[in-house]
Nanobody, 121 residues
Framework: QVQLVESGGGLVQPGGSLRLSCAAS????????MGWYRQAPGKQRELVAS???????NYVDSVKGRFTISRDNAKSTVYLQMNSLKPEDTAVYYC???????????????WGQGTQVIVSS
């Protein structure tokens, strides 16, 4: 069974940075698009960043210029570098995958436990 394990979350002050990691196992990682999603309390889960198998990236407007998604196919890992964090970035962050990752196409994998990000002074 495919396993997605997110890590790297924590408590950070506004303006700070975090780097999230998602290690995937039991999939042919390199052929899939990967996405980072987040779910804030009381809100629906949303896609914030995606990277396809060729390395092209997309971001939701609210994180453009602040977040960077990247992937290391040799390690079957996708990263999310988050800079200039704001309180509204507080959420549980998850990764997932598919042949296409977009806001309208459900991902293929089961959801992992996610990693909590809290931005607060």
């Amino acid at each position: 069974q495919v396993q997605l394990v997110e890590s790297g979350g924590g408590l950070v002050q506004p303006g700070g940075s975090l780097r999230l990691s998602c290690a995937a196992s039991r999939i042919l990682f390199s052929i899939y698009a990967m996405g980072w999603y987040r779910q804030a309390p009381g809100k629906q889960r949303e896609l914030v960043a995606s990277i396809n198998s060729g390395g092209s990236t997309n971001y939701v407007d609210s994180v453009k210029g602040r977040f960077t998604i990247s992937r290391d196919n040799a390690k079957s890992t996708v990263y999310l570098q988050m800079n200039s964090l704001k309180p509204e970035d507080t959420a549980v962050y998850y990764c997932n995958f598919g042949m296409v990752v977009s806001g309208t196409v459900p991902p293929i994998g089961s959801w992992g436990q996610g990693t909590q990000v809290i931005v607060s002074s």
